[in-house]
């Protein structure tokens, strides 16, 4: 009797966690469930994501750039394309689509976006190749490759490139200047920013450009694609969202944070040399 109830209790608890593994999934996939509403950051910038990744456009003064395309799954596009719309921008104005790492999360709904927009899409080298394997023919079309120092300059708006890899081969950083009502804050964007190798030398590299990344001068903002990917206590991205949403006249715009950027620099860069100590 105890072994029986004791068995069908724990059926019961696989099947629960089974239960919600499945429903994870199915979340991650559920446009329902992961829709949500676009907002503006600064003048040229706007949240147009999701809850689990985020996607941004950049407006300019001739035309928009998005950033990443979210994943292909049934109804995403159609999200994306209709929070662009929401926050009064027109999808056909983007003229260049940056995809800033090889995680469909980032880049599935490219191919999509491709057969929809007229514009130039691009990323870096190394990402172009992981995007084309795991794809094959599906892949989408390879217009532009990202490179490290370069600038592209859209009307009034300068966005500077640089290779970041760690999170995949080729990630991209963006530099960039964002507005608050007129005032200029350059913000930095890290393309991917959770290290996914175990080969010291290139662990090595994620740190070295981290510590190169703390040296740039006047960074003031931080851009995020995930939610959480704040300083330690920092809010999250929707928390931010609100408090921007409820901020009063003379109050800091949430998003200007500088020292925050540095710790979490600071904090990333020991967690990397704890990773490299133990792949060594
Ligand atoms: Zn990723």
Known sequence: MYY???SLLLTLGLSLS???AFSQQ???RDIDFQAMEPFQVFD???FVGIKAVASYVIETSAGLILIDTLDGFEGFTDHLLDNIRE??????????VFILQAHRDHYGGARELQ???NAVFGSAEEDWQVIEDNLGDQAPRRDMVLRDGRSLTLGDTTIHFEHTPGHTPGTTSLQFSVFDDGTEHLAYFHGGSALRTDEPEAIQIFIDDLARIKTIPNIEVQIINHHDIHATGADDLFT???RLQNRQPGEPHPWVAPNEFQRWLD???ADSYERLAQAQ
């Open 4 to 6: 029986s109830i004791r």
């Open 240 to 242: 931010r969202a609100e």
């Open 267 to 269: 904090e990333l860069i």
């Open 44 to 46: 040229n910038l706007y």
């Open 87 to 96: 926050v009064g921008l027109d999808p056909n104005d983007i003229e260049y």
């Open 18 to 20: 089974m239960n919600a």
């Open 115 to 117: 057969s929809q927009l």
């Open 26 to 28: 199915d979340q991650r």
